[in-house]
């Protein structure tokens, strides 16, 4: 560990407060995507110092909206909500209803929304909160038909065919996945039709982006459990470029000069290039981004933990627990910073990169599905911390989020690698 603790002490900032933020501020100034992670789902400290960061950005830099790794019809209605509509952030929150319910449905983000909504009541441009996520199939199915049948009834007919092919599935995805493989089924001629002819109506219509990227998410979600029983990358990488092509839509629609905060995993927001996965054949929505819009304006900022409790499931759709999250594994990123960091620090990386930025260590991810007896043999990810991110933020001690919801809800949902990120 010496050969790091130099090192870590001078590239250490001691978080006490938002005011500490500083030196990441400044290198977001010239960003238009700022990607902040997390090293799970469900822990305290993750959302509200990512809301930190957010506000400061939509206050002090004009940030446009926040994308969060959700669904886009739960999370259109958190954007209705936000902008003054009907109910408030919390009822839209507490309205989700799809496991890992906690993701989006806690105290941590009802605390953002509550402050977004306000901020936005004296905005010039309010600022969105959307979903980039690839799996309401059919909610986003339902959407598209109520929308069309007010406005558009021309349309209704290519939107039914497509419903009524997904009908025989029951709302199950799995088992929509397994006819694909073995029986030969396919709907995607059905939704090909339908997002054709709804991309072609929003080109021509103002108004309509949202039900266009609801026919987004349809072909997305059909294109992803369609590879998701043959193994592989492919789901993954499916479902990390819709959320890439989402994010793109979105800043196209907020128009030239908008600015995106993403909330995401640490495994979507990295760069897959300084880690496993992309020796595994997996892409991630930070590197796609830094391909897309250049390095010099993008910022990925990673998240990490030692110990602590968090918000996780034992399986898919198993109740919601607070688990206990063990110390880092020895030699682990985790363990090195344990050592040799402040309790909190933010970490801003220099262009010339110390030991600690350039070997590679292993470090912690945890999904909504988390299994502490497992750490010893996973739960980690092979890391080039200065190649995968470009800040870090680091907690020696951390603490679970407050769900909304009490009680477990049924999902049918299929579990995604890592567990459930």
């Known amino acids: ?44 400290e993750f959302y509200t ?21 959700g669904d ?26 799809r496991w890992p319910t906690w993701m989006w449905a806690n105290e941590e983000v009802v605390d953002f929304c509550d402050w977004l909504r306000a901020h936005n009541e004296s905005a010039a441009q309010p600022v969105g ?24 009834p021309g349309q209704v007919r290519a939107a039914l065919a497509a419903y009524r092919c997904f009908e025989p599935f029951a709302e199950d995805p799995q088992s929509y996945a397994w006819a694909t493989r073995f029986l030969d089924a396919s709907c995607e001629n059905e939704v090909v039709d339908l997002l054709v002819g709804l991309r072609e109506r929003a080109v021509a219509q103002a108004g309509e982006f949202s039900t266009w990227q609801n026919a987004e998410v349809v072909a997305g979600a059909e294109r992803y459990y369609r590879a998701m029983v043959r193994g592989g990358p492919k789901s993954w990488n499916i479902r990390d470029r819709h959320m890439d092509e989402t994010l793109d839509r979105l800043l196209t629609h907020y128009g030239p000069d908008s600015k995106a905060v993403v909330w995401a995993h640490n495994t979507h927001v990295g760069d897959a290039r300084a880690t496993d996965q992309a020796r595994h054949g997996e892409v991630t929505l930070g590197e796609l981004a830094r391909d897309r819009y250049g390095r010099d304006r993008v910022l990925l900022a990673g998240f990490g933990t030692h110990h602590g409790t968090v918000t996780a499931g034992g399986t898919w759709g198993a109740p919601t627990e607070t688990m206990e999250v063990p110390p880092g594994k020895p030699d682990s990123l985790e363990d090195v910073l344990h050592r040799t960091a402040p309790p909190a620090a933010l970490f801003v990386f220099p262009e010339i990169e110390p030991f600690l930025l350039t070997d590679e260590l292993v470090h912690r991810a945890i999904g909504v599905v988390y299994r502490p007896d497992r750490e010893r043999w996973g739960n980690y990810v092979p890391t080039v911390l200065g190649e995968r991110y470009d800040a870090f933020f680091w907690f ?21 690698y890592p567990s459930g990120v």
């Open 72 to 97: 886009w019809p739960d999370c259109a209605r958190v954007d209705a909500s936000v902008r003054g509509g009907v109910g408030d952030p919390r009822e839209a929150l507490v309205a989700y209803d």
């Open 49 to 69: 110092w990512r809301a930190a960061v957010t506000r400061r950005l939509i206050e002090e830099h004009g940030f446009s909206f926040v994308a969060v790794e």
């Open 396 to 416: 020696d001690e951390t603490h679970a989020l407050r769900p909304l919801h009490t009680s477990t809800v049924a999902t049918l949902e299929p579990e995604t």
């Open 129 to 152: 909160f959307h979903g980039l996520d690839v799996y309401s199939l059919w909610e986003s199915m339902r959407e598209i038909l109520t929308h069309l049948r007010e406005h558009d």
């Open 1 to 44: 560990m010496a050969r790091y603790g130099d090192e870590v002490a001078a590239l250490a900032t001691p978080l006490t407060d938002p005011g500490d933020l500083g030196a990441l501020l400044d290198r977001a100034a010239s960003a238009r995507v700022v990607l902040l992670g997390e090293a799970s789902h469900g822990t305290h």
